[in-house]
């Protein structure tokens, strides 16, 4: 820093405050330093500064899985508030394994990271996450609340939406409908089937286990599961399916068994190419950019002292028809 001070002819102070933006400095003396930090290349000291002022400017992001189509857009929203901020966001993946997960707050932790953005694994322990929060770190939980615990949580509406795509299924003249979701331990698989069922009780229709999946669906039992519902004496004339990753399972077993038309089908989640499909795939879209960008907002204020009540945000779900699930069932009248 002295160098760039002795190139633009200013004082260290002066060069402090264009690097660190802090402070009034005239636009002729502005583009002298800036025009020496270029030539001399030099390049903040992030770790004295952080020394000096008692932070990392760093945040955790942990998420089940960053490979997910819906999480990496929810990385790619946090990020974008982060680095606006100048701070440095880092992930990782829990696996849906409380154990990993927890190594991987305390990691980050260790670290100084600043705040955590948490979707929170199955069977994560209540008393550390709230042993995290006294410990002074700050946290939000997205896609998944964390019960007996406040702090922000920003949520997608997950009952509403499963309700709405199973309804749209039974205005279409559908009455055997199968939902296959991810394991019923998971807080999102469990609001979706619940809305599932709602929809079909609010329109008379009795549920039947056999229709209902509940199962990962990268698990080696997919196959099995979806041949079987196939094979009932009534099969279903229709899906509804838990999540991206379910959709893309089904759709390619599917067309492995030779199985065309396709059946009517309302995925949850939208994913990649679902639109070109034929029929293309109707889908109940989450907004993850805008659960992302809000979770990285809130977090940056509890970081910055806010000490305002918790928010709970729940967002809205939209449904995109796009053709497989207008497909009529047998009681459309079509």
Known sequence: MSDVAAASGVSLKTVSRVVNGDGYVSAETLRSVRAAIDKLGFRRNEFARQLRQGTTSTIGLVL???????????????????LEHDYLLLSASS?????????????????????????????TDPAFIQAELDAGCSMVFVDRPMPGIRADTVLADNRGGAAVGTAHLIAN?????????????VYTAAERLAGYREA?????????????????????RNAEAIDAVQRLDDPPTAFVTGNNRWSVRLLRHLKERGIRPLPAVVGFDDFELGD???????????????MGQLAAELLLRRVSGDERPTQHVRLETRLIARGSGEMPGPFSGR
């Open 64 to 82: 089940e899985d960053v490979a997910d189509p819906f999480y990496s857009v929810l990385t790619r929203a946090v990020e974008d508030v982060a």
């Open 200 to 220: 079909l009780i609010a329109a008379g229709i009795d549920p039947v286990d056999d229709l209902v999946i509940m199962d990962p669906p990268l698990s080696d």
């Open 95 to 123: 696996a849906e394994d409380s154990a990993r997960s927890r190594r991987i707050i305390e990691s980050f932790s260790s670290r100084g990271a600043d705040g955590l953005i948490v979707a929170p694994a199955r069977g």
């Open 173 to 185: 003249g559908h009455r055997r409908i199968a939902f296959f979701g991810d394991a019923p331990t």
């Open 276 to 290: 070109v499909l034929d029929p293309a795939i109707t889908v109940i879209a989450q907004d993850p950019a805008a």
